[in-house]
């Protein structure tokens, strides 16, 4: 059974950072997509950031510059570096798998973590 267990949320003042983490088991995250998603209150989910296999990402224009996404392939973890966060950042952040190795969209995940919430506060 795959599971995945996103850690690192919490309040910060704008302008600060934050490091989320999504720690995968029951099968290697290597050769495989992951994502990051986000849904804030009243909100529908939204895409925030991926990265493929080989290390290729993309993110979407509200958190380019700011969030960094990365992997560790031996530690079967990717990460999510927030920084220069801003009261709309506020969100239920969640991690995503997909099996293929590039990102297809939110709607090809196969596995989803349970989130982790990041207040941002003014």
């Known amino acids: 059974q795959v599971q995945l267990v996103e850690s690192g949320g919490g309040l910060v003042q704008a302008g600060g950072s934050l490091r989320l983490s999504c720690a995968a088991s029951?099968?290697?995250?290597?050769?495989?997509?992951m994502g990051w998603f986000r849904q804030a209150p009243g909100k529908e989910r939204e895409f925030v950031a991926a990265?493929?296999?080989?290390?290729?990402?993309i993110y979407a224009d509200s958190v380019k510059g700011r969030f960094t996404i990365s992997r560790d392939n031996d530690k079967n973890t990717v990460y999510l570096q927030m920084n220069s966060l801003k009261p709309e950042d506020t969100a239920v952040y969640y991690c995503?798998?997909?099996?293929?190795?590039?990102?297809?969209?939110?709607?090809?995940?196969?596995?989803w973590g349970t989130g982790t919430l990041v207040t941002v506060s003014s």
């Open positions: 995503a798998l997909d099996r293929s190795s590039y990102y297809r969209g939110s709607q090809s995940m196969d596995y």
């Open positions: 029951g099968r290697t995250i290597r050769g495989c997509a």
């Open positions: 990265i493929s296999w080989s290390g290729l990402t």
